[in-house]
């Protein structure tokens, strides 16, 4: 970290709140980009394109060696070279080539950040993947974008690669620009660069594709007020919740042995919800940024007329906190991920292996860490349990209304439980404490989806959402409800994936049909 006035202060609001110097620059850094993004929507006219793609990439690079000092350079290394490799390569391979680059790019900085955490004191160490993350995102998208738009033959796109192929070649400044985007350098989200272009020479207001770029911007101040709200508050949770409701204590030897079943459990509970709080925040407050600079509108709501603002919206908090199955849960959970996942690895792969290799994709952009994986592995279980389940059980509960309001609140109940319970490797990161908090429980969570499994008989009966391709979800109520988010989409298949990918997230009409 550098050593401005504001840096010194920074380090001095940690030693007394007790959180991270990363946790303070990162709200520091997110008050700064909320005044750039109002002079940048109101002060910077969208004919000024390169003084706008200059201070867009020029401030999100000085945002990321303000909150990680010089670990910027590998960023900086990784966007010049995967431009150099697309630029004067063949074309041919040029887009494999910087995929393949990117992806073991990335996967060198996990590797640094798994030996600092295993040698330098675990979580006091710190971390410049995320960041790294993200910019992997842009460039892989970015590096198969423009191999559909100027290297393939339009026939051979689908609707939604048509969309976002890149037909002309961008220069250095646009490729940039993109990367170090300063609305969503820090948290995301992740943003294609067809759409980020629209919002730098501001045809992303257009509704039409003959309209021209308006002066007149639909209203955003509700919105991105909202998100600051809801971020704000998030915040004090997690402050509270940090002290008071420490995670790690669920894998602590003393704990477990002089702690109720009841007690335990509902610390579980109450701690991985405040584990949660962390992302809350940082998603909630970057998407209020991106508002606040233009980024996101999404048309208008059909009933009431008002702009909708959740274009790249990372998360549903309700469709989260009030989920009724495993995969209603991931399907709300960083959205934009799961959208790049499906438009760079599922949509391109071979279909005999397009699911593990999806798997395989998101397992390498997470890293290496153990308890990711257990993670991951924990959920497919309860992937196929839960549709085991809801295939023989779900029907006995639907001949009246207060069994399936029953139903519901059970089926949330267990959602919540079982989330709590995969997710602590997730957090903990480590397979020692991860291992001792499953043995603590006699793996009962693993044992009880087994039995499940094996024990329930196969039904010859379809629920209804089933029949309709998934495109339908249950509400605690137990009556059927259209989910938005999963209506263009095969969901089937996507719940095949052990880390539960399912929906693409965001935009119910951009051109994606049933297989």
Aim: aromatic letters at 18%.
């Amino acid at each position: 970290m550098g050593h401005s006035a504001i840096s010194f202060g920074v380090s001095h609001v940690s030693e007394i709140t007790g959180l991270r110097t990363e946790q303070i620059s990162f709200v520091v850094c997110i008050l700064m980009s909320f005044i750039v993004a109002y002079i940048f929507r109101h002060k910077i006219h969208h004919t000024n394109t390169n003084t706008r793609l200059l201070i867009s990439g020029c401030f999100g690079l000085w945002l990321l060696y303000f909150a990680w000092g010089w670990n910027v350079i590998t960023s900086v290394t990784d966007t010049v070279v995967t431009y150099l490799l697309l630029k004067y390569l063949n074309p041919k391979y040029a887009y494999k080539v910087t995929f393949v680059f990117s992806m073991v790019f990335l996967s060198t900085i996990h590797f640094r950040r798994l030996i600092s955490f295993n040698s330098e004191g675990g979580r006091t160490s710190t971390d410049f993947t995320g960041p790294n993350m993200i910019l992997t995102q842009r460039i892989t998208s970015i590096a198969f974008n423009i191999h559909d738009g100027l290297h393939k033959n339009p026939k051979d796109l689908s609707e939604d690669q048509k969309k976002y192929a890149v037909k002309k070649f961008p220069s250095f400044l646009e490729y940039f620009s993109y990367c170090f985007m300063f609305t969503s350098v820090l948290a995301g989200p992740f943003v294609f660069y067809q759409d980020y272009i629209s919002f730098i020479n501001g045809t992303n207001y257009k509704l039409k594709d003959d309209e021209k770029p308006s002066n007149v911007h639909p209203p955003y101040l509700a919105s991105a007020l909202k998100k600051l709200i809801f971020g704000i508050i998030m915040a004090a949770f997690f402050i509270y919740g940090c002290s008071a409701f420490p995670y790690l204590r669920n894998t602590d030897v003393e704990y477990m042995q002089n702690t109720g079943w009841i007690e335990k459990l509902i610390f579980l509970q109450m701690s991985l919800f405040f584990a949660r709080t962390k992302y809350y925040v940082a998603w909630f407050l970057a998407d209020s940024v991106c508002n606040t600079a233009g980024l996101g509108f999404n048309g208008y709501d059909e009933n009431n007329g008002k702009p909708r603002w959740n274009k790249f919206s990372n998360i549903d908090f309700f469709g989260i906190e009030m989920a009724t199955s495993f995969k209603l849960y991931i399907d709300n959970w960083n959205m934009m991920t799961v959208k790049w996942l499906r438009r760079v690895c599922y949509d391109r792969a071979p279909s005999a292996y397009r699911t593990q290799l999806t798997f395989l994709l998101s397992a390498m952009w997470h890293g290496f860490f153990p308890g990711y994986y257990m993670t991951f592995f924990s959920g497919h279980i309860i992937t196929l349990t839960q549709r085991k389940f809801r295939s023989t059980i779900r029907p006995l509960f639907q001949t009246s209304e207060n069994l399936k309001v029953i139903y519901g609140i059970f089926t949330w109940f267990a959602t919540q439980l079982a989330i709590s319970y995969i997710v602590i490797p997730f957090v903990t990161l480590e397979f020692e404490a991860s291992f001792r908090f499953y043995t603590s429980c006699y793996f009962c969570g693993h044992i009880f989806c087994f039995v499940l499994i094996f024990l329930l008989p196969k039904s010859r009966r379809k629920g209804r959402e089933e029949l309709n391709g998934h495109t339908e979800s249950v509400g605690i109520n137990g009556k059927l409800k259209k989910n938005p988010y999963l209506d263009n989409l095969n969901g089937h298949v996507w719940r095949e994936m052990g880390e539960g990918l399912a929906t693409d997230t965001n935009n119910t009409r951009d051109g994606l049909h049933h297989r």
